[in-house]
């Protein structure tokens, strides 16, 4: 991308789509300003979203908000332990026709769709969270030994409940890295309640304009991948990651002392991806190093994981990646 006539009108088109979205969603959404923000990152950078938080607290009607805005299809899986994965993929079923004749057809499971709500995926055995990974990954689903291609755009959003962990199991290291985010969903602040119940009791439910399509969502991501990305960028993106990492040159004592797997280079990837939505937000055609940084905690929260001792001092993986982000802004303002 130059700067040129044609890239302004294009930097202003993704501006504006990205705010109508915004805007949309929050007809019905309250507060979650920043989980909504993290969702729409995802959603233009061609990720896919997990979501922790407890019950009752919006998920369920985000995925259904953002798909309205989108004008998209939208499905739900509630996964449960006998949950199979052709529940999820869909199968083949032998039917009988009108001359007496017998064909196998295939019946398309809930994935076929664009907007999915996998809600509490860590319910279901990992045979039946593995049916996502290729899913995820190759934007397809194998069934029958036919591969399908899915609906575009297609993205998961995922939830997960931190506190209730009996009869759940926990996703691989594999299919979290499949996440380009994990976004902690919280509670909603006192001012905010009379707003939720208002939307939420009232006679009739505040309406959604579907203000893009699927169409627009695949064509500004093309947009997104033509920005380029400088050198400091790119050297930010890589020394953030590596610094997860334990025994590399820019991991910090704590770091060292108490993780046991640092991100993988998709969290570079989730990072300069990212990168280049938060660029077109704020009007510029090309990533810099505070882009990078803006959703660095989103994208490598769930890349890291704890050692027995970091577990026993109660540390979370963001109070290091905080601390990772501090250094690297210390370090670029005395470069």
Do not use: C
């Amino acid at each position: 991308m130059t700067d040129t006539a044609d890239v302004r009108a294009q930097v202003q088109r993704f501006q504006k789509t990205f705010e109508s979205l915004q805007n949309a969603v929050h007809q019905l959404i309250v507060g979650q300003n920043e989980v909504v923000e993290g969702v729409l990152v995802a959603l233009f950078a061609g990720g896919h979203v997990l979501l922790e938080g407890v019950p009752g607290i919006g998920k369920t009607v985000l995925v259904k908000t953002l798909g309205e805005a989108l004008h998209l299809q939208k499905g739900r899986v509630q996964f449960t332990p006998d949950l199979m994965p052709a529940d999820v993929l869909g199968t083949m079923v032998l039917e009988e026709g009108e001359a007496g004749g017998r064909a196998v057809r295939f019946q398309p499971g809930p994935i076929h769709t664009n907007l999915l709500l996998a809600d509490e995926i860590n319910r279901a055995t990992p045979k039946t969270q593995s049916a996502l990974l290729e899913a995820m990954q190759e934007q397809q689903a194998t069934v029958g030994g036919q591969t399908r291609a899915l609906p575009k755009p297609f993205v998961v959003l995922a939830t997960q409940n931190p506190v209730e962990q009996e009869g759940t199991y926990p996703l691989p290291e594999a299919q979290l890295d499949r996440f380009l985010f994990k976004l902690l969903v919280g509670y909603p602040k006192e001012s905010e309640y009379a707003a939720i119940l208002e939307r939420t009791t009232g006679g009739k439910a505040p309406e959604v304009p579907a203000v893009t399509t699927g169409d627009e969502v695949l064509a500004l991501r093309q947009l997104v991948r033509e920005v380029p990305v400088p050198e400091a960028a790119r050297t930010a993106a890589t020394r953030l990651v590596m610094a997860t990492q334990p025994g590399s040159p820019y991991a910090t004592e704590r770091v060292n002392k108490y993780v046991m797997l640092g991100s993988s280079p998709r969290g570079a990837q989730a990072l300069v991806l990212a990168g280049k939505v938060q660029a077109l937000r704020e009007g510029r055609a090309a990533v810099a190093v505070d882009d990078v940084q803006r959703h660095a905690v989103a994208a490598l929260r769930h890349r890291m994981l704890l050692n027995f001792d970091g577990l026993g001092q109660g540390l979370k993986t963001d109070d290091l990646l905080h601390e990772i982000l501090e250094r690297s802004t210390a370090m670029a303002g005395r470069a």
